[in-house]
């Protein structure tokens, strides 16, 4: 009975690290089997990776993480919402996996695979362009080099 009673104690950090590693691989690895099928990324899976973020951040922060998490799911939408209203550089559903990607793993991170997907989108599109002898103009899915950089800043931590 008194371990009932016990007061909450916060999860180390390697413990959360963990969770924030298998809960955006599991949103990154459904988005893009979704944008592989249909060209979207379905809202009921940006809502259940809010709620894992919202989850994670009061898991870490306690209550003072609704407002790391509202700070969190703004930025991306503010800072790429521009390149879509501006001839659809980025789907709307890959700016939404940005902001989920930043309430489960934070600013940092969520910004280098912000550059790193562009980079590695732009060797694709170069490397594709050549072995077709043409600019290649198609759609992306951009939800592909997302999960790739995302990829390549796992390895590098």
């Known amino acids: 009975?008194?371990?009932c009673l016990a007061p909450y104690t916060f999860p180390s950090e390697s413990e959360v690290k963990k969770t924030q590693t298998i809960?955006?691989?599991?949103?990154?690895t459904v988005a893009v089997l979704f944008d592989a099928r249909s060209y979207r990324i379905p809202n009921q899976l940006i809502i259940l990776g809010y709620l894992a973020g919202i989850c994670l951040n009061l898991q870490a922060q306690g209550m003072i993480g609704i407002t790391y998490?509202?700070?969190?799911?703004?930025?991306p939408i503010l800072l790429l919402l521009p390149l879509y209203i501006?001839?659809?550089?980025?789907?709307?559903?890959?700016?939404?996996?940005?902001?989920?990607?930043?309430t489960m793993v934070g600013f940092n991170?969520?910004?280098?695979?912000?550059v790193g997907s562009v980079m590695v989108a732009a060797i694709v599109v170069v490397l594709v362009s050549i072995y077709e002898r043409h600019l290649y103009r198609g759609k992306l899915h951009y939800s592909?080099?997302?999960?790739?950089?995302?990829?390549?800043?796992?390895?590098?931590?």
């Open 144 to 157: 592909y080099y997302i999960a790739a950089a995302f990829f390549i800043s796992q390895l590098r931590s």
């Open 23 to 28: 809960l955006i691989w599991s949103i990154l």
């Open 69 to 75: 998490f509202m700070m969190q799911a703004a930025w």
């Open 109 to 114: 991170i969520t910004f280098s695979v912000m």
């Open 1 to 3: 009975m008194k371990d």
């Open 86 to 102: 501006c001839g659809k550089q980025i789907g709307s559903g890959d700016i939404k996996l940005f902001s989920v990607m930043s």
